[in-house]
């Protein structure tokens, strides 16, 4: 049964993939100032460059998460949305927001834009991955509560349901560890202790429980498998998720000032934290061999396999390869920690909001699933943009192993620019297999509007 207020997931969805295409430009711009260090300079300096990339990345997926509850909550609660004018509202207040932050880092002076937005009066900004200014934290904060009491409001009306529960637990905590990015002491070391407390309990802790519960709720519909086998698998991943997680934050300790004891303490929970990763693939692919029925959306089950295997390898083997202390005192901040980010935000987060629009976006249209035509374009965007990302966390890798061993291991180590310019080959092997990328994600869009009719109906 579809329900009327599920149409506010469509706006979601769609200013999503715009501010990923925007993430993905300003990224190969980046990467292209790599190499050819004056591109683009002065209109849009590195430092600019950078901000916008990582900024529309946590915003779009924020959305993303944002549009699969709106979908998702009153198909499980089986009762509309609490009030869908709001969630239209806060849409639009969110998008606007991001918008001017961004016009904002492009034409001022980021130093002007903190005296601009009063970081004056409560200094937050500076931060990686938290650049924000005080009002759009404040904008990102109001808009999360408007969410969180209409998503709240409608599963206290309606059914309860494993999938949904865990849902809400992941966007509360989302919400409540996001009020740290406001907590910025003097010091550095308690400034990076309790950073990390947003940015890594974020994607190695809550954002986890979102991503289970929007797989599980793919898998349930595509495959027809019993609810109550993809719930215990699901109970089972977000309690290696939690455990594994939350102490596993001291892999980010080892060499910040912190005691000593969590070289310990975060070598070796971080080094669970592959496996429910790896329970998570083992989940996707044995619900979708377990199938009850041949779901038309074969490009939604294939983004759902994918989802698994590749958060498996980019969260899971590549943040295992370096999460050691004693390996960590070597790569930490090096080309691998790069090569890991891209690998697991994209096989984590960004496939998993891919799954939602992939599977939601034709019912929502009034049609089962899209055309063959379609379908077969969206899983060349699938293999174009996941191959592409495998070659980027590749050539990253081995820029990463280079520069460890002439920056940092060497009898006569290399200064940082020296070993930047050894790596411009791999540099520019990582900007190719960028515009592959940007290509399959502007073949993915594409594909949703090459229906010629032919799909079933919904």
Same mark, same amino acid.
């Given at each position: 049964?579809?329900?009327?207020?599920?149409?506010?997931?469509?706006?979601?969805?769609?200013?999503?993939?715009?501010?990923?295409?925007?993430?993905?430009?300003?990224?190969?711009?980046?990467?292209?100032?790599?190499?050819?260090?004056?591109?683009?300079?002065?209109?849009?300096?590195?430092?600019?460059?950078?901000?916008?990339?990582?900024?529309?990345?946590?915003?779009?997926?924020?959305?993303?998460?944002?549009?699969?509850?709106?979908?998702?909550?009153?198909? $499980?609660?089986?009762?509309?949305?609490?009030?869908?004018?709001?969630?239209?509202?806060?849409?639009? !207040?969110?998008?606007?927001?991001?918008?001017?932050?961004?016009? @904002? /880092?492009?034409?001022?002076?980021?130093?002007?834009?903190?005296?601009?937005?009063?970081?004056?009066?409560?200094? *937050?900004?500076?931060?990686?991955?938290?650049?924000?200014?005080? !009002?759009? =934290?404040?904008?990102?904060?109001?808009?999360?509560?408007?969410?969180?009491?209409?998503?709240?409001?409608?599963?206290?009306?309606?059914? =309860?349901?494993?999938?949904?529960?865990?849902?809400?637990?992941?966007?509360?905590?989302?919400?409540?560890?996001?009020?740290?990015?406001?907590?910025?002491?003097?010091?550095?070391?308690?400034?990076? /202790?309790?950073?990390?407390?947003?940015?890594?309990?974020?994607?190695?802790?809550?954002?986890?429980?979102?991503?289970?519960?929007?797989?599980?709720?793919?898998?349930? =519909?595509?495959?027809?498998?019993?609810?109550?086998? !993809?719930?215990?698998?699901?109970?089972?991943?977000?309690?290696?998720?939690?455990?594994?997680?939350?102490?596993?934050?001291?892999?980010?300790? /080892?060499?910040? @000032?912190?005691?000593?004891?969590? +070289?310990?303490?975060?070598?070796?929970?971080?080094?669970?934290?592959?496996?429910?990763?790896?329970?998570?693939?083992?989940?996707?692919?044995?619900?979708?061999?377990?199938?009850?029925?041949?779901?038309?959306?074969?490009?939604?089950?294939?983004?759902?396999?994918? *989802? @698994?295997?590749?958060?498996?390898?980019?969260?899971?083997?590549?943040?295992?390869?370096?999460?050691?202390?004693?390996?960590?005192?070597?790569?930490?901040?090096?080309?691998?920690?790069?090569?890991?980010?891209?690998?697991?935000? /994209?096989?984590?987060?960004?496939?998993?909001?891919?799954?939602?629009?992939?599977?939601?976006?034709?019912?929502?249209?009034? &049609?089962?699933?899209?055309?063959?035509?379609?379908?077969?374009?969206?899983?060349?965007?699938?293999?174009?943009?996941?191959?592409?990302? #495998?070659?980027?966390?590749?050539?990253?890798?081995?820029?990463?192993?280079?520069? #460890?061993?002439? +920056? &940092?291991?060497? #009898?006569?180590?290399?200064?940082?620019?020296? *070993? +930047?310019?050894?790596? *411009?080959?791999?540099?520019?092997?990582?900007?190719?297999? @960028?515009?592959?990328?940007?290509?399959?994600?502007?073949?993915?869009?594409?594909?949703?509007?090459?229906?010629?009719? $032919?799909?079933?109906?919904?």
């Amino acid at each position: 049964m579809q329900y009327k207020s599920q149409a506010v997931a469509k706006y979601y969805f769609v200013g999503a993939i715009g501010l990923f295409v925007a993430q993905i430009l300003f990224g190969l711009v980046m990467g292209l100032q790599y190499v050819v260090g004056d591109f683009l300079f002065p209109a849009i300096p590195f430092n600019v460059a950078r901000m916008v990339h990582t900024n529309a990345l946590i915003v779009w997926l924020l959305m993303g998460f944002m549009g699969s509850a709106y979908y998702l909550v009153p198909e $499980e609660t089986e009762t509309e949305l609490y009030s869908p004018k709001l969630a239209i509202a806060m849409f639009w !207040i969110f998008l606007v927001t991001a918008a001017l932050t961004v016009l @904002g /880092y492009l034409f001022v002076p980021y130093a002007g834009l903190a005296q601009m937005t009063g970081n004056n009066l409560l200094p *937050t900004m500076g931060r990686e991955f938290l650049e924000q200014p005080l !009002i759009t =934290k404040i904008g990102i904060v109001v808009v999360a509560l408007a969410f969180l009491f209409n998503i709240s409001m409608t599963m206290l009306k309606g059914r =309860k349901t494993a999938i949904s529960l865990v849902l809400l637990i992941g966007l509360w905590g989302l919400a409540i560890f996001f009020l740290f990015s406001f907590y910025n002491p003097d010091n550095l070391v308690k400034d990076k /202790y309790f950073w990390w407390w947003t940015v890594h309990l974020w994607v190695e802790g809550v954002w986890e429980l979102i991503l289970g519960a929007i797989l599980a709720f793919v898998l349930i =519909k595509v495959t027809g498998v019993d609810r109550e086998v !993809i719930e215990k698998w699901l109970y089972m991943i977000i309690t290696l998720t939690l455990i594994t997680g939350i102490i596993g934050t001291g892999h980010h300790y /080892y060499w910040i @000032g912190t005691p000593e004891y969590w +070289q310990w303490w975060g070598s070796i929970f971080s080094a669970l934290e592959p496996i429910p990763f790896f329970a998570m693939t083992l989940f996707a692919f044995n619900m979708v061999n377990r199938r009850r029925r041949e779901h038309p959306n074969k490009a939604a089950t294939l983004w759902a396999l994918g *989802t @698994g295997v590749m958060a498996f390898l980019g969260a899971g083997v590549w943040g295992f390869l370096h999460t050691l202390a004693p390996v960590n005192f070597y790569t930490h901040g090096t080309q691998i920690t790069a090569a890991h980010a891209h690998m697991s935000f /994209y096989g984590a987060y960004v496939m998993v909001v891919l799954t939602m629009i992939s599977y939601a976006m034709p019912i929502m249209r009034g &049609r089962a699933a899209n055309s063959n035509r379609a379908q077969v374009m969206e899983m060349w965007s699938f293999w174009l943009m996941t191959v592409s990302m #495998v070659f980027i966390t590749l050539f990253l890798t081995a820029a990463g192993i280079l520069q #460890v061993w002439l +920056q &940092r291991v060497a #009898v006569t180590p290399m200064s940082f620019m020296d *070993t +930047q310019a050894q790596l *411009t080959l791999f540099y520019w092997m990582r900007e190719v297999s @960028g515009v592959v990328f940007l290509i399959g994600l502007v073949v993915y869009i594409w594909s949703f509007f090459c229906n010629s009719g $032919e799909s079933a109906k919904a």
